[in-house]
């Protein structure tokens, strides 16, 4: 019963913590991907690749499946609502996280 009321804890803190930064419309498809972009980010933070192939090469290995569509849509609202930017061209695949 510990596990299951740590667990629930940190939802709750997670939902309050996502309303506060202005996020809790994030899909978990969203939140998925953008803790995936995280982990690459702090490997190189003057800005991430972020090309399908690998990206879902990564996310094949955690069980995960993700549409090329889904992760541009989310992307696209990443960057809407300001988390990250796009570096270089329009057809760069780098990205970096808004500061």
């Known amino acids: 019963m510990v596990n ?7 939802l709750k803190l997670t939902e309050e913590t996502a309303q506060n930064l202005g996020l809790q419309s994030l899909t978990p498809m969203d939140r998925f991907i953008l803790t ?3 982990e690459k980010y702090e490997k190189n933070e003057n800005g991430f690749s972020l090309a399908f192939d690998d ?10 499946s993700v549409s090329k569509a889904q992760l541009y849509k989310s992307i696209k609202r ?4 300001g988390i990250i930017e796009k570096l270089g061209g329009q057809r760069s ?7």
């Open 78 to 81: 990443l960057i809407s609502i």
């Open 4 to 10: 299951l009321k740590t667990f629930v804890g940190v």
């Open 55 to 64: 990206f879902t090469k990564d996310c094949s290995e955690k069980g995960i």
């Open 36 to 38: 995936t972009m995280w």
């Open 93 to 99: 695949g780098l990205y970096t996280f808004v500061e």
